[in-house]
């Protein structure tokens, strides 16, 4: 299984940004979808988070700004970010609590993480 995740940039404060995280391989079903942002010197937060009910929770500094939402059928979550702020600037990773199907059929699941993509908010 592999995460990809894109659509980080640099954009003036206030601006918008769409990021994207697209799962694929021996997917059976994927339980839940977790942004990360990580600036630098400082440890790593859990952004915004979806469930597979649909279920989205956010860290109170990006609460009405985030949206966190899924397509189910092209394996793709996205954080729309608006109102961005300096303080936003970080890499951003998605990760994914996947449920995988072998060819043997058998399933387990695993926490999978995508590579990062940089967000650079200019003042």
């Known amino acids: 299984v592999q995460l990809q995740a894109s659509g980080g940039g640099l954009v003036q404060a206030g601006g918008s940004l769409r990021l994207s995280c697209a799962a694929s391989g021996s997917i059976f079903s994927i339980n839940s979808v977790d942004w990360y942002r990580q600036a630098p010197g400082k440890p790593r937060e859990l952004v915004a988070d979806i469930t597979s009910y649909g279920i989205t929770t956010y860290v109170d500094s990006v609460k009405g700004r985030f949206t966190i939402s899924g397509d189910n059928a092209k394996n793709t979550v996205y954080l729309q970010m608006n109102s961005l702020k300096p303080e936003d600037t970080a890499v951003y990773y998605c990760?994914?609590?996947?449920?995988?199907?072998?060819?043997?059929?058998?399933?387990?699941?695993?926490?999978?993480w995508g590579q990062g993509t940089l967000v650079t908010v200019s003042s």
């Open positions: 990760a994914a609590a996947v449920t995988v199907e072998t060819a043997s059929m058998d399933r387990y699941d695993h926490y999978f």
